[in-house]
């Protein structure tokens, strides 16, 4: 069954830093992948997907993220963090059976500092 | 507005008394699923739906149930609910049961069992 590692339950930025969240899969084929955000009392946002096209994905709010397949890694960037940024980012990985469940890590909040 | 939405957003009650969170998406989507989001564990699926009449089991079952008469509905039920049945409970719904299909949350529902 597959598995998402998040490194590092949080992640303390200054404003205007560069934002790296870390995401490592297990799985022997590429999988789809998912980065959501949560913010505070409210449900699970889209931020990006890899869907097997290109490897370099960009999403909303200036984040994108990487497939790198030899590292089984996809982890999330921005290039310069806002106040606004904080909240809680899951990576997760799309089953590869028939019940096209995701299966998520177990979160990295980000904090961003003024 | 596209949306998903849950009921109740807050909920607080005791051990065996049988409750029911109702989940809605007004996108004529076909796949819906419930997830539980417990600190550290990131989100576990406990059911999901690929169309009406169409329910199985994800990874944490146990204790829940589901019905899908309606393409629009997809409540969960706890017949008997246990204090490990506390949690945040969200609802999603995409398109289709596909892989790549974006996943869209509900605003949740927490849930505390005495």
């Known amino acids: 069954a597959q598995s998402v590692t998040q490194l590092g339950s949080h992640v303390s930025v200054s404003e205007g830093a560069l934002v790296l969240l870390r995401c490592n899969y297990s799985?022997?084929?590429?999988?789809?992948l998912f980065w959501y955000v949560q913010y505070p009392n409210q449900g699970l946002q889209l931020l990006l997907k890899?869907?097997?096209?290109?490897?370099l994905v960009k999403g909303i709010n200036g984040f994108e993220a990487e497939f790198k397949k030899s590292e089984t890694s996809f982890h999330l960037t921005k290039p310069s963090a806002h106040m606004s940024d904080a909240a809680e980012y899951f990576c997760?990985?799309?089953?590869?059976?028939?019940?096209?469940?995701?299966?998520f890590g177990s979160g990295t909040r980000l904090l961003v500092r003024p | 507005e596209a949306q998903v939405t849950q009921n109740p957003r807050y909920l607080i009650t005791v051990t065996g008394k049988k409750l029911t969170v109702t989940c809605s998406q007004n996108m004529n989507h076909e796949y819906m699923s419930w997830y539980r989001q417990d600190p550290g564990l990131g989100l576990r699926q406990i059911y999901y739906?690929?169309?009406?009449?169409?329910?199985d089991k994800g990874d944490v079952p146990e204790g829940y149930k589901v019905s899908r008469k309606e393409k629009r509905n997809f409540p969960l039920i706890l017949e008997s609910p246990s204090p490990n049945q506390t949690s945040l409970y969200f609802c999603?719904?995409?398109?289709?049961?596909?892989?790549?299909?974006?996943?869209?949350f509900g605003p949740g529902t927490r849930l505390t069992v005495l």
């Open positions: 799985s022997s084929v590429p999988p789809y």
């Open positions: 890899y869907t097997s096209a290109a490897t």
């Open positions: 999603a719904s995409s398109r289709e049961w596909g892989n790549t299909d974006t996943q869209y």
């Open positions: 739906s690929m169309n009406v009449e169409v329910t």
């Open positions: 997760a990985v799309s089953e590869e059976d028939s019940s096209y469940k995701l299966i």
